[in-house]
T-cell receptor
């Protein structure tokens, strides 16, 4: 199957700093990328959807100025958590959906665990 | 009521047992996904199906569109199958996730 990578896999930062997470589709062109967050023992929650070359669409309750999403190319999307606070500590997962040949399937990245001290 | 409901929430089995995890949904869907999440957190897509049945190794997934129900079966379960299994449905381009089923297989 198609491969999606995330970097870093784990990050610890101080409160008030910004953290950038990269999501790459390694062997296909991702026309749409999704960003999720997952709190312990809870299901994934969609944060935003981004299409290449256009602004991300954020879900209700997700602050777009705090969670900056850039989808500048068909293989790369970035999520920047600005002025991170301890309550932003979570597991962030991206997924990518490709062109028509890959149908409706989403391919998931391995996730990034963010800990804000 | 959640749009995607899984049962059971927790499942414990002995190695070798046949396992079934159920998923019911209440919305119109274009596809249903079964995902596996190991303790490290990474998610692996096991199946995507919109009708019928799919098989991959010891895993079988079925879906009944009329009844809005899907099942994931694991034959000859093994401790390495221990993980969280998540059912998710694609509806109008978005994925909605079930709460997951925590499977523990003891040797």
């Amino acid at each position: 199957g198609a491969v999606v990578s995330q970097h870093p896999s784990r990050v610890i930062c101080k409160s008030g700093t910004s953290v950038k997470i990269e999501c790459r589709s390694l062997d296909f062109q991702a026309t749409t990328m999704f960003w999720y967050r997952q709190f312990p023992k809870q299901s994934l929650m969609l944060m935003a959807t981004s299409n290449e070359g256009s602004k991300a669409t954020y879900e209700q309750g997700v602050e777009k100025d705090k969670f900056l999403i850039n989808h500048a190319s068909l293989t790369l999307s970035t999520l920047t958590v600005t002025s991170a606070h301890p309550e932003d500590s979570s597991f962030y997962i991206c997924s990518a959906r490709g062109r028509r040949g890959l149908g409706n399937e989403q391919f998931f990245g391995p996730g990034t665990r963010l800990t804000v001290l | 009521k959640n749009e995607v409901e899984q049962s059971p929430q927790n499942l414990t089995a002995q190695e070798g047992e046949f396992i079934t995890i159920n998923c019911s949904y209440s919305v119109g869907i274009s596809a249903l996904h079964w995902l596996q999440q190991h303790p490290g957190g990474g998610i692996v897509s096991l199946f995507m199906l919109s009708s019928g049945k799919k098989k991959h190794g010891r895993l079988i997934a079925t879906i009944n569109i009329q009844e809005k129900h899907s099942s994931l079966h694991i034959t000859a379960s093994h401790p390495r199958d221990s993980a969280v299994y998540i059912c998710a449905v694609t509806s109008y381009g978005k994925l909605t996730f079930g709460q997951g089923t925590i499977l523990t297989v003891h040797p």
